[in-house]
């Protein structure tokens, strides 16, 4: 019914979960970037097929993916190794795709951000929306920010609201700082150069809404302060004990990241033509 394809590189601590997951599928593939510890053997270990690409971007292996993997079923499920189905979220798979209408090109997902065991529901915004299920040949991806988004879409995008769940910090806070002050760059880049409209703010879809969202308020002075108090204390973060403070915290230094980058983009942009 569905196909499952996985990003990975250097996932051997997070694959086994992901893989078990997703046991009731019979077409799962692993697409890898270079991975230098266990998670090829972890995968060869498992009924998947391997593939590997080097990484240029997430709308780029996203599109490889569809490109180049002979995937058994019409539909293709991408997920993150970081990443678990539930019971409910794999039951809202299958009737969404039992029930589509044929115009239907894919469906917009949502997760659980799980920090310290605790579903940071307050402090994440949730729901958030990503394209992750899509029907073959009816679209493609498009690089956002550190990201993707959906592109070339030649039908209707629909929602399945049972989210499945995230282990953002599942490799410890170094790590996702890492990584996210590399995301920072990025998401500097694409929110300076985006040709978003600012009308797309009051669309009712928060897949629409939010990215414009991210780029409108990056640009007011103090933000990276506003976002936290706006999911500490206005979207009752607080409640979520440590954890949420914790992310809360990080989420404002993250922001902060992308506001003095996107400074510095500027300046640079400036030197480069004067």
């Known amino acids: 019914m569905v196909s499952v394809i996985i990003l990975t590189k250097n996932e051997e601590q997070d694959l086994p979960a992901c893989l078990k997951s997703v046991d009731w599928c019979d077409d799962v593939h692993i697409l890898d970037s270079g991975s230098t510890d266990k998670t090829i053997e972890i995968a060869q270990k498992s009924k998947v097929t391997i593939w590997v690409n080097d990484f240029k971007s997430f709308g780029q292996q996203r599109n490889y993916a569809i490109d180049n993997i002979m995937t058994k079923y019409e539909w293709i499920f991408f997920l993150d190794a970081d990443e678990v189905v539930s019971d409910k979220f794999k039951s809202a798979i299958f009737k969404s795709i039992n029930d589509v209408s044929n115009d239907i090109a894919g469906f917009y997902c949502c997760w659980k951000m799980i920090l310290d065991g605790k579903w940071l529901k307050k402090c994440d915004n949730f729901p958030k929306w990503q394209f992750r299920i899509l029907r073959k040949g009816w679209a493609r991806f498009t690089d956002f920010g550190h990201g993707q988004k959906e592109d070339q879409v030649k039908g209707r995008i629909e929602y399945i609201k049972e989210p499945y769940l995230h282990y953002g910090f599942s490799k410890g806070w170094s790590h996702w700082i890492d990584r996210h002050n590399r995301y920072s760059t990025h998401e500097a880049k694409s929110r300076l150069n985006s040709n978003i409209s600012y009308k797309h703010i009051f669309n009712v879809h928060s897949s629409v809404r939010n990215p414009a969202l991210k780029i409108f308020l ?32 990080n989420m404002g230094y993250y922001e902060f990241l992308i506001q003095i980058k996107m400074r510095e983009e500027r300046k640079n942009s400036k030197t480069t033509h004067s």
């Open 218 to 249: 990056s640009k007011i002075p103090g933000w990276p302060a506003l976002r936290f108090f706006q999911a500490y204390l206005f979207n009752l973060g607080f409640i979520e004990g440590i954890p949420g403070l914790i992310y809360c915290l």
